[in-house]
Every structure is written in structure tokens, then in C-alpha cells.
């Protein structure tokens, strides 16, 4: 079985970084399993690894489609388990890398996902709705699914309501043949510290031209429902720069959606027990060592 290390945690815990260092000692290339890093033109608001950052490291599954298209679970799964076999053909030991957890339980899990059509007519419907207005369809249709969705994940919220109109529910996805052997490494971060890394990345981001990025965006003629599915930083800057709120409304919007957007991740990792918390490097390279032996 192909050996595989994961490494995850909230966003802006640092996993970027630690993984290109873990790379670097065990011959190993990276694959990105960010739900918003796979599209172009996301770069600052994404916190995308840059080329200097990479430091040499080969990075794969970032910047595959324009941000008018998307790319779904099963899709990513597709390519980043094509890419897995690929990096261990090269007898190099793959790294797959991100805070987007149910792109990564698609990948180490292997998950069947149910066989639907895509009804672009539904979903065209259902995009013009609120949140609320969705959970009701879903609560309607699946109550037991409405019941453990991200509400805040639109995206979903819409395939669920597609899914259980075609099957009558939402079938929980079960596991497929293994294909992986994982080791699971995540982030350890206090939530105060968290907060205080994720407000000073925002500022930077700021700084480093986050509204020049979403302007470019609105220039490519992105719908504004899109905005919201990036991210709701991405939503709000877009809100400001339309004249929808004020920049104080946007900066404090922007923080507060990053903080709940780390809850839930947090949320999301919980679940898994085979998840070893590292307080440390050394720790990481030590479990890496023995799992390969």
C-alpha cells in the first residue's frame, strides 16, 4: 500500500511551511488539498504557498481552473489520487497537504460518492436562494442531513438539496477499497493564538494588495453569488468595493467569517482519532520516521 502523510489544521496554523521542511528531509512532494488554492487569481485571500515559499518543492493541485468554474470533491479526489501514484512512481513519498477536510477524507478514505446528474437548472434555482432558504429545501427533503451540514457551506448545501431530489435522501458516503496507508499529522494551535495569527495574516493580506485581487475579480465579470462560495472575506471585499459596506464593516465581516471558518475546521478534524497533534517539528519527523520503517 502507498504510504501517505497528511498534514492539516485550521487555516493559517502553519501547515505550508512545516510541510515543505518535512519534504525537504524525506524526499517528498506536495499535494494541495485546499478547496479554494485550486482555482487561478486566488492567490493573497487563499494564502497560497508562492515559488520562493516552495523552496524547490514540487506542488501539485493549485491554480487548476478560473474561478468562474468549480471543482467539486469527487473531481479533486480523481486528480489528487492520480497524482498520489504518480509522486510514488518517482519513489518520492507524497505529502497531502490542506484544511479543507472533506477533500481530504475523499483522498485518505477513498469515499464513494453517490451516482447523480448534474442539474444545472436546480442549481441556477437554488444559487439565487439564501442559506436559510436552503436548509429548509434540505430539512424538507433529508431532515437527518440537514441536521449535521455545514450551513454556512452554500456549495453543499445545493449538491445535498440536488442529490436528495434525485435519490430521496443523502446517502452517507461509505468508504471504498484502501489505497492509501495514512499517517495523520495536524496542527496544534491554541484558539486565541489562532485568532491573533489570523487577524495579523488578514492585515498582511491587506497589505499586499487582497482588494486588488477582487477587483481583478469583478473586472473578469464573476457572478456575485461566486464571491460568497469563495470564501465570505472574498464576499465582503466584494461587498465593500460595490459600495455595500463600509471598510470597517468589511475588516470586522472578513475577521469573524476566517474565525468561524477555523471553528468549523476545527470542528471537522475532531472526528478523526487517528489525527497524532503535533506540538512540534521534531515530533513530526520522529512519528514520519517510524511509520516508514
Known amino acids: 500500500m502507498i504510504k501517505l502523510i497528511i498534514i492539516l489544521g485550521s487555516t ?30 486566488l492567490d493573497i485571500g487563499s494564502a497560497k504557498i508562492t515559488k520562493k515559499e516552495m523552496a524547490g518543492i514540487p506542488h501539485y493541485l493549485l ?5 468562474e468554474k468549480t471543482l467539486n470533491a469527487k473531481q479533486f479526489q480523481k486528480l489528487a489520487i492520480q497524482t498520489i501514484k504518480k509522486i510514488h512512481q518517482k519513489n518520492k513519498l507524497a505529502f497531502l497537504v490542506g484544511g479543507t477536510g472533506f477533500y481530504i477524507d475523499a483522498v485518505a478514505k ?5 451516482k447523480t446528474k448534474t442539474d444545472q437548472k436546480l442549481r441556477q434555482e ?17 431532515p437527518a442531513r440537514a441536521k449535521v451540514i ?6 453543499r448545501l445545493i449538491r445535498s438539496i440536488e442529490i436528495a ?11 471504498g477499497r484502501q489505497i492509501f496507508d495514512c499517517l495523520y499529522l495536524g496542527i496544534k494551535t491554541d484558539s486565541e493564538n489562532l485568532k491573533q495569527r489570523i487577524k495579523t495574516r488578514f492585515y498582511h493580506w ?27 472575506h472574498y464576499w465582503y471585499a466584494y461587498a465593500y468595493l460595490k459600495g455595500m459596506v463600509s471598510k470597517k464593516e468589511f475588516e470586522q465581516k472578513s475577521l469573524a467569517s ?15 482519532p487517528k489525527i497524532h497533534w503535533l506540538s512540534s517539528q521534531k515530533q513530526a519527523e520522529i512519528l514520519i520516521k517510524n511509520f516508514l520503517n
Open 165 to 175: 431530489e434525485q435519490l430521496g435522501q443523502v446517502p452517507k458516503l461509505k468508504s
Open 12 to 41: 493559517a496554523s502553519g501547515k505550508s511551511g512545516l510541510a515543505v521542511k518535512l519534504a525537504k528531509k524525506f524526499n517528498g512532494e506536495i499535494v494541495s488539498a485546499d478547496s479554494r488554492q485550486v482555482y487561478k487569481y
Open 150 to 155: 455545514d450551513k454556512e457551506n452554500k456549495k
Open 258 to 272: 476566517l474565525y468561524q471558518y477555523a471553528k468549523r475546521q476545527r470542528t471537522w478534524f475532531k472526528r478523526n
Open 126 to 142: 437554488l444559487s439565487l436562494k439564501t442559506k436559510t432558504e436552503l436548509i429548509k429545501i434540505l430539512t424538507k427533503l433529508d
Open 110 to 114: 477513498n469515499l464513494i460518492f453517490p
Open 63 to 67: 491554480d487548476l481552473l478560473p474561478p
Open 206 to 232: 491587506l497589505k499586499q494588495g487582497f482588494l486588488k485581487e477582487v477587483e481583478a475579480l469583478i473586472k473578469r465579470k464573476i457572478p456575485e453569488t461566486r464571491f460568497k462560495e469563495l470564501g465570505l
